[in-house]
């Protein structure tokens, strides 16, 4: 998918958190493995595959959606897609309205903290439910005053949401921009995992 859609471009991280935010723990790389899936399928009762109702997700990354379903597909689980309107996507998201399957993303700044609040702690906007350990331990690491300390807290949390499989991460978005010969300097990637050109005032033009 990366390879088809952002030209390889796009990082492959396992973990809902950026690489460059702080506190940030890198899980174990996943692997496509369409056969273990399989296998595990056929270990849960489902040799055959099942169906999955619908797979919620921004319009605007229909695209992914459509090779998502075609990945699940290949190990046997069937699911149709629901492209919704940006605003309206999101706000039923928050809502808690949609079941079954939602393919959601970010790309709001902040640190592991932030990320997990709205993601994973229980009563976080996207959040449709929680584990007791995690949100002990993220009520914790809020009134820790030692940087270290608060970190590890962060890191345990992260490996929680890993080992029990709590989001199925895709991949950290790459977002693929071209410049004109004029510009002299465009602004991309002068703001880490910015997506766009900023800061306007840094952008030139040659000869100007």
Known sequence: MAQALTLGFSKITGSIIPQSFEMYWQPPV????????????????????FDAGELFCDSSYANLGEAVLNNFAEVGIRISLRPIERAAFLKAWADKKYKNIIQGG??????????????????GTYSYGSYPEIDKLFEQQAA??????RGEMLVKIQQIVHARTVIAPIWQLAFINGI???VGESGFGLITDFAYTAPFEDITIKGA
Request: no cysteine; glycine share 18%.
């Open 30 to 49: 996943p692997v496509h493995d369409p056969a273990q899936a399989k296998r595990l399928l056929a270990e849960a009762g489902h040799p055959g595959g």
């Open 144 to 149: 820790e005053l030692d940087p270290k300390r």
């Open 180 to 182: 004109g010969p004029r």
């Open 106 to 123: 970010s790309g709001a700044f902040g640190n592991a903290a932030t990320r997990l609040a709205a993601f994973v702690v229980g009563g």
